[in-house]
């Protein structure tokens, strides 16, 4: 069976990070069966998760992941139905939400200290069930939290006044949901693969317990509530 290795389920949501929710979210919306376990840093195949196995193969990178399913699952969301302008629009919303409001996400959850307060306690329970020794962990956290603020700053968003980040934030966020408009799901009526993407990333802004400015414009735009309802209730309405 696939193996899905992620960090595991975190505020309410299946993982901590929204690239494993994603491809989660995309093995949800093309039935295909599969399992998760917690994956180890160290043995990642790019020192990232998710990957997933298959067999003997292992595959990294939530990109190369759902290409190579979908090539083994036949297309199961079709789309092959997309011509030129679709695919030009989704991979336009792909970089919306990959290159651009995830590097805000990650700002929200890691860079100032009251948020990273609410993230500490998840990010020790994951280490701690791992094959860290229990009192190398404190440590392993402080120095992710570095690794991340450095990614962070090296971007360009760790840079910028708290104000001017919230500012970036909503600009994306009125973004999405203008280019979601009053369709049911971001291409068309019915989901695809930017689906995966964009929920995972909606959902990590709007359901995790960090209140900022961001997240309050994604609860004020009824058509994203909707969408991440209509997501959640249709591929995460498991027992």
């Known amino acids: 069976m696939l193996t899905v290795y992620g960090f595991g389920p975190a505020f309410g949501l299946p993982d901590t990070s929204p690239f494993v929710v994603k491809v989660q979210t995309w093995l949800q919306m093309a039935q295909v069966a599969y399992r998760n376990e917690r994956g180890d840093l160290r043995k990642a195949p790019k020192k990232k998760l998710p990957y997933v196995s298959v067999g003997n193969r292992i595959i990294a990178d939530s990109n190369h992941i759902i290409d190579y399913l979908e090539e083994r699952h036949g297309d199961p969301l079709n789309e092959r139905r997309f011509g030129t302008r679709e695919r030009a629009q989704r991979q336009a919303l792909k970089s919306l939400f990959e290159s651009d409001l995830y590097f805000i996400a990650s700002y929200l959850r890691w860079w100032n200290d009251d948020d ?28 992710v ?95």
């Open 116 to 143: 990273f307060e609410i993230l500490k306690p998840v990010l020790m329970e994951m280490f701690a069930a791992s094959s860290l020794p229990k009192f190398a962990v404190p440590a392993v956290v402080a120095l």
């Open 145 to 239: 939290r570095r690794q991340v603020r450095n990614q962070l700053d090296a971007q360009g968003t760790g840079r910028h006044a708290r104000e001017e980040v919230y500012a970036m934030g909503r600009a994306l966020v009125e973004a999405a949901s203008d280019m979601l408009g009053d369709k049911r799901f971001f291409l068309d009526d019915k989901p695809s693969k930017i689906d995966a993407t964009a929920y995972a990333m909606l959902a990590g802004l709007t359901a995790a317990p960090f209140d900022n400015p961001v997240k309050a414009c994604a609860l004020e735009r009824p058509n994203i509530v909707d969408y991440c309802n209509r997501m959640r209730d249709t591929y995460w309405a498991m027992g």
